[in-house]
């Protein structure tokens, strides 16, 4: 019961943590400042398309930039055992070749069954032809505003809300993971 209560805590931090990161870069997106003013310069009115849509697993070099990412931060943490079911939904950035993306995934959690629901998002940048990079936006307002103005995008919202249920539903499905979120919540409150 100990070692369930100690994973419980853990899981919870590392669900507060990705929910934070996603509601951080939703509000909030930028590179760094030194290259700003050039990416203004490139940029171009796809955002503004009427026929601009949220696409999944589109873009092979995206989603495989994505899953390197999960695959680092599983390494990384000792109370995930996995990510899967990796989804990856792209839109066009003001900056041509970068995209501002959102990824769905299935948490694995040692000693529960069930596997928990999450997205975060990003902003990829393009570094040159087919090779991208998952920006640090958080110091970039302008990339900031950009993201969470294609956050607030319908599409975008409905996919928010279809996790948010998701995760409701995993939670409400299996004792063990409500519990294991309960305990964890307790311990950072």
Known sequence: ??????????????????????????DSSVAD????????ELKTNQKASEDTQLEKNKY?????????YY???TNEQQFVNSYENIMVYTMPAEVEGDYITYATYQMKIPDVTTLLPGMESFYVR??????????DISENETLQQ??????????????????EDQYTKAREADSDLDFALAELQKAYQ
Do not use: C, W
């Open 1 to 26: 019961m100990g070692r369930l209560k100690v994973i419980a805590a853990m899981v919870l931090a590392l669900v507060l943590m990705g929910t934070l990161g996603f509601f951080l870069t939703k």
């Open 33 to 40: 400042h030194t290259t700003e003013e050039t990416m203004l």
């Open 60 to 68: 092979t070099k995206v989603n495989a930039l994505i899953q390197q």
């Open 71 to 73: 695959a680092q931060k």
């Open 126 to 135: 393009s570094t040159g032809p087919d090779a991208y990079e998952i920006a």
């Open 146 to 163: 950009e993201v969470s103005e294609i956050s607030q995008e319908e599409e975008v919202q409905e996919l928010i809300q279809t996790v």
